[in-house]
């Protein structure tokens, strides 16, 4: 069992800056792949990047430029730097997390942040 916490959600005004964390119950090594999806109200939840076990990174298209996937493997932690925001990003942005054990792939998820951005 893979426990996520996220952190760093809140408030900012549009073109402001907000760093979320989420840290894991187990080493980030063992992670293949950690992502940061977001959910909008009355949207599906989106991909909006990931990180490899190796360091590897992939945006949705909303998000390259302006955001970064980052992760700390000391510290257990997946950062996602989300520079220049906009009204549009207002979400509770998950942290998820897929690791391969065997043939399986098991599948976590965090409880969420909110973040809102305002005009």
């Known amino acids: 069992q893979v426990q996520l916490v996220e952190s760093g959600g809140g408030l900012v005004q549009a073109g ?6 989420c840290e894991t119950s187990v080493s980030t090594f ?4 950690m992502g940061w999806y977001r959910q909008a109200p009355g949207n599906q939840r989106e991909l909006v990047g ?6 590897i990174t992939n945006y949705a298209d909303s ?6 996937i980052s992760r700390d493997n000391a ?3 997946v950062y996602l730097q989300m520079n220049s ?6 979400a509770v942005y998950y942290c998820n997390a897929r690791l391969k054990l065997g043939s399986k792939w098991y599948t976590y998820w965090g409880q969420g942040t909110q973040v809102t951005v305002t005009s």
């Open 16 to 21: 402001g800056s907000l760093r979320l964390s």
């Open 30 to 33: 063992s992670i293949n792949f």
């Open 50 to 55: 990931s990180i490899t076990s190796g360091g």
């Open 63 to 68: 998000a390259k430029v302006r955001f970064t």
């Open 75 to 77: 510290k257990n932690t």
């Open 85 to 90: 925001l906009k009204p549009e990003d207002t």
